[in-house]
């Protein structure tokens, strides 16, 4: 089994600046990419940054040149710099990790999300 566990959420003035960390554990032999998500209320859930094992990025337009994404050493932590934040940044962040190899399958796993709240 494969545990993800995100840390790191809470409420910031806009403009402020928020790091929220992830870590996998568990039985697993390798995690092919991981990503941050987030929900807001109303809203479907949508990608805002992510990273594959060889340190290709991609992120959404919204977040571009504000948010970074990056990688822990072990490979099996990642960490999303948020700068400059919005209160259309508010909604709740999940952290997945993708294409997870464990033995004989290879699927998605998610976290269970931390809130982040950006005021005005």
């Known amino acids: 089994q494969v545990q993800v566990v995100e840390s790191g959420g809470g409420l910031v003035q806009a403009g402020g600046s928020l790091r929220l960390s992830c870590a996998a554990s568990?039985?697993?032999?390798?995690?092919?990419?991981m990503g941050w998500y987030r929900q807001a209320p109303g809203k479907q859930r949508e990608l805002v940054a992510h990273?594959?094992?060889?340190?290709?990025?991609n992120y959404a337009d919204s977040v571009k040149g504000r948010f970074t994404i990056s990688r822990g050493n072990a490979k099996n932590t990642v960490y999303l710099e948020m700068n400059s934040l919005k209160p259309e940044d508010t909604a709740v962040y999940y952290c997945?990790?993708?294409?997870?190899?464990?033995?004989?399958?290879?699927?998605?796993?998610w976290g269970q999300g931390t809130q982040v709240t950006v005021s005005s």
């Open positions: 990273i594959t094992s060889s340190g290709a990025t």
């Open positions: 997945a990790a993708e294409r997870v190899v464990t033995q004989g399958s290879l699927s998605d796993y």
């Open positions: 568990g039985s697993f032999f390798s995690i092919n990419a």
